[in-house]
């Protein structure tokens, strides 16, 4: 999958000193995309979910997203953007 854009998130969750980031791919997420999140940190999959949920955390950063979606969002927390693009670069 590619990325073909990444986009502040309009909702802000900065007061609590997170940002976020929402992340549109040129294909939408499957079932071996999501599991390969894991290599990440913490992978959550729901996938009996009539709309499967996943959720990866780690330190200093959480995706979550629905499988099927084309996009799914990644929270930073105090805004760091070298993490950001760390976490950007294993999901090309």
């Known amino acids: ?10 909702e802000l ?5 997170w940002y976020g980031y929402n992340v549109y791919f ?3 997420t499957g079932e071996a995309f999501i599991r ?11 996938d009996r979910l009539k709309a499967p949920f996943f959720r ?3 330190p200093g950063f959480l995706i ?4 099927g979606n084309d996009h799914l969002r990644i929270g930073v927390e105090g805004n760091d953007t070298q993490l950001l693009q760390e ?6």
């Open 1 to 10: 999958m590619k990325i073909i854009k990444v986009e502040k998130s309009f």
């Open 87 to 92: 976490i950007l670069e294993k999901l090309s």
């Open 56 to 58: 990866v955390q780690g």
């Open 13 to 17: 969750c900065a007061e609590a000193g």
């Open 64 to 67: 979550k997203g629905v499988q």
């Open 26 to 28: 040129d294909e939408k």
């Open 36 to 46: 390969a999140l894991a290599s990440l940190g913490e992978l959550l999959y729901m």
